[in-house]
């Protein structure tokens, strides 16, 4: 019995030693200590310690310096290359910190108001139709399985680029009453079908049942341009089709200038929007490749000049975006790009791509009289904290038009097509 109540006594004692250790400062600094960091040159990196804790490096590489006090220890990085941090507590290794510094790489913020054309791939189904046939109300499309977000790809063998293709193909078939052998893409996979097209007959035309649409238009804001390249990366999310809400699979497309003319103001549950035309010459400035979570991707034709900020910048990694004061390049009039201040209420640091890495709050009074906060179009203004490039505007909160997500920009370049992590390093001249 005695031994017993000893053990529970015991048991007790370790209990709340372990809770003790949990929130015991000095452990948690080391625990929020990461095992890898990545840097790049000519920028540092510091965490905080223990005070009993010091550091020094593991090899004898000069690629990095160490600057550190009693309460933290900064990594400072002077060259491409790896190296080791060991932590040590009177003299006794407790952790080693994996350093790897990258070489210097930049690119140039956009902020500019940009037009967007995209052409699908195929066409895209964007609704049914009824057609009035002597037999009845129906849509052809339909009863073949055709649904809303289908995209045609070929019709008897023929590939099909452009709404002009379908037509003569319908004609025919209705003309001599023969089935069309329908090559279909969807979410899930491809599939055939067969779609006999029928006759109005209030017209003398066969029809599909179905309405279609082969481009899309709008506009958003330019992100980056990097110089070496000419790729850039725009808008920070997908562009999807405004009746089926599916993204849209793009063969190509266009960018070109785009002018601010009027702002529709934000409100609790009433996202804003910024109403633009394209330049009047339309000159299209760069093309369109890709189109994903996280934005639009491409390369520019011509030069591209925000008049604020037309320097290559270097950029932050997840892990370096911080909480507090940051700044967005965007046009609230006409093709003027504006400098507003903004709150970078948290950030995720992500080891993987995610659309979703940071939460923001426009504070610029300026930008919340004219906008309200953030309005559509605004997607894609670069976010630049001391000095670096770190992501872009992609939503607004409905209830809330001064905050929204903001993805990081290292994800934006993957999406480009740019190995931040391979780049060769650029000699002054």
Excluded: C
């Amino acid at each position: 019995m005695k031994l017993e109540i000893i053990r529970k006594i015991i048991g007790g004692i370790l209990l709340v030693s372990l809770i003790s250790l949990i929130f015991f400062q000095p452990l948690q600094r080391y625990l929020a200590i990461p095992k890898n960091i990545t840097v790049f040159e000519g920028q540092n990196y510091t965490f905080q310690k223990a005070a009993p804790v010091s550091a020094k490096f593991n090899s004898q590489k000069s690629n990095i310096t160490l600057d550190q006090d009693k309460h933290s220890v900064s990594v400072i990085a002077t060259e491409k290359g790896k190296n080791e941090v060991l932590l040590e507590y009177a003299g006794i290794p407790i952790k080693k910190v994996d350093v790897h510094v990258l070489n210097d790489f930049r690119v140039i913020p956009g902020g500019q108001s940009i037009g967007v054309k995209l052409n699908t791939v195929g066409v895209l189904v964007v609704g049914h139709h009824l057609i009035n046939t002597v037999n009845g109300k129906k849509s052809p499309g339909e009863l073949a399985g055709i649904k809303i977000g289908d995209i045609i790809t070929e019709i008897n063998g023929n590939k099909i680029e452009k709404m002009t293709d379908v037509a003569p193909f319908v004609q025919t078939a209705g003309q001599d009453g023969k089935a069309l052998d329908m090559v279909i893409n969807r979410e899930s996979g491809k599939f055939t079908t067969k779609l006999t097209p029928l006759k109005d007959k209030g017209e003398n035309t066969y029809k599909l049942g179905l309405y279609i649409r082969d481009s899309a238009a709008g506009i958003g804001t330019m992100t980056f341009v990097h110089p070496q390249s000419k790729k850039y990366g725009a808008l920070g999310h997908v562009i999807s089709d405004m009746d089926t809400k599916q993204p849209i699979v793009v063969e190509d497309g266009q960018i070109v200038r785009s002018t601010v003319t009027s702002i529709e103001k934000g409100s609790h549950g009433d996202p804003g929007e910024k109403l633009a035309h394209f330049s009047s010459d339309r000159e299209v400035v760069g093309n369109i490749q890709k189109n994903s979570p996280f934005g639009i991707f491409g390369e520019l034709n011509k030069e591209l000049k925000n008049g604020v900020l037309d320097k290559p910048l270097p950029i932050a990694l997840s892990h370096q975006v911080k909480e507090g004061p940051a700044k967005i390049l965007t046009v609230v009039n006409n093709d003027q790009v504006e400098e507003f201040n903004i709150e970078i209420v948290s950030t995720i640091p992500q080891k993987f791509p995610a659309t979703k890495g940071m939460v923001i709050k426009v504070t610029d009074p300026k930008l919340l009289e004219k906008t309200g906060g953030i309005v559509q179009g605004m997607s894609g203004s670069p976010i630049i904290q001391d000095g670096k490039l770190i992501g872009a505007v992609t939503h607004v909160f409905v209830n809330d038009p001064t905050s929204g997500y903001g993805v990081h920009i290292e994800w934006m370049l993957n999406e480009a097509g740019i190995n931040i992590y391979e780049t060769p390093k650029n000699k002054a001249s």
